[in-house]
């Protein structure tokens, strides 16, 4: 999925200034040209998440420690290695950022199962955070409300944080496709058929369906 992540980032209106690949040891990157501006960090899966407290899933853990090697004064924008995002994602975060919100994202979720040709569109209460502000205490918050999610909003709240889940980031996350290390059960009834295959998805991403159909043979 690395090479097609590469291509969404590389067609970007907007260009970020680093692009950080966090892998864990023993993962393979495979084999693909990466752009001048990538760098490759690993991380030791025994030690990765260390000082934290809470349930934090491995990708969140992957997340924090890139955050931690953030220069000052910069902000993250995740890109996830198994979604399809659009040419004005990261100019739509980074116009957040720049307005002086702290956390952006994606309130809701089109996600698309390429195993099985199924689709759904689901409202998140939580934070799939698209980027993050590195302004004052932005990060340590974020953290937190990492490792205690029940808290909901309020570290941000109560530190004056805005917060915008509703932008024009377009993005579409993309399930059991090959090479991933976890699936999620595309058999649950809120799971929609996509009749016919694929039309769902080229109604989202337009052109770009045929990488995934390609991907797929």
Known sequence: MMPLCSKWLRRQRRQPDAWVISLGEG????????????????????TIGRGLTGQIDTNSKYQIEVMRHVPKDHAAVYFDDDDWYGPNY???????????????GN?????????????????KSGCNAGA??????????WIAWMQDPSTKWSWFSQRGWQVNLRNEATRVSIKNAPGLG???PPVQAKWRADLPPWAKLREWIGGDVDDYIELMR
């Open 27 to 46: 993962e393979d990157l495979g084999d693909f040209e990466l752009p001048p501006y990538a760098t490759v960090h690993r991380w030791n899966p025994e």
């Open 90 to 104: 990261l100019s739509a975060v980074a116009g957040d950022l720049e307005l002086g919100i702290a956390f952006t």
């Open 107 to 123: 309130g809701s979720e089109r996600r698309y199962c390429v195993a099985t040709n199924r689709w759904m569109h689901v409202e």
């Open 132 to 141: 993050v502000g590195m302004h004052n205490a932005a990060i340590p918050d």
């Open 182 to 184: 976890h699936l999620f």
